[in-house]
């Protein structure tokens, strides 16, 4: 079955820098578009970064430059580089992947980012 497992989650300053990562299993990687979002206490999940199986990258306008999306198809693994975080960005990030739909195919179990002084 699929499995999605992210990690690299934590506490970080304001300013500061996390990058996560999503290791994949039970799917052809290469042929699946591949995505973050996130959910903050309270409120609904938010997408955050889509990078598509041809390395087509888009972010919302809320991250846009601040966070950057990428994929090794030879490690099975998507990565989020973020930047410059507020303490907004505070939440539950959790990996998507999908083909073609994204209304459809599996979630990981989260990971947690807190920016706070």
């Known amino acids: 079955q699929v499995q999605l497992v992210e990690s690299g989650g934590g506490l970080v300053q304001p300013g500061g820098s996390l990058k996560l990562s999503c290791a994949a299993s039970?799917?052809?990687?290469?042929?699946?578009?591949m995505a973050w979002y996130r959910q903050a206490p309270g409120k609904q999940r938010e997408w955050v970064a889509t990078?598509?199986?041809?390395?087509?990258?888009n972010y919302p306008d809320s991250v846009k430059g601040r966070f950057t999306i990428s994929r090794d198809n030879a490690k099975d693994t998507v990565y989020l580089q973020m930047n410059s975080l507020k303490p907004e960005d505070t939440a539950v990030y959790f990996c998507?992947?999908?083909?073609?739909?994204?209304?459809?195919?599996?979630w990981g179990q989260g990971t947690q980012v807190t920016v706070s002084s």
């Open positions: 998507h992947t999908y083909r073609g739909n994204p209304l459809f195919g599996s």
């Open positions: 039970g799917i052809i990687f290469s042929l699946n578009d």
């Open positions: 990078i598509t199986s041809g390395g087509t990258t």
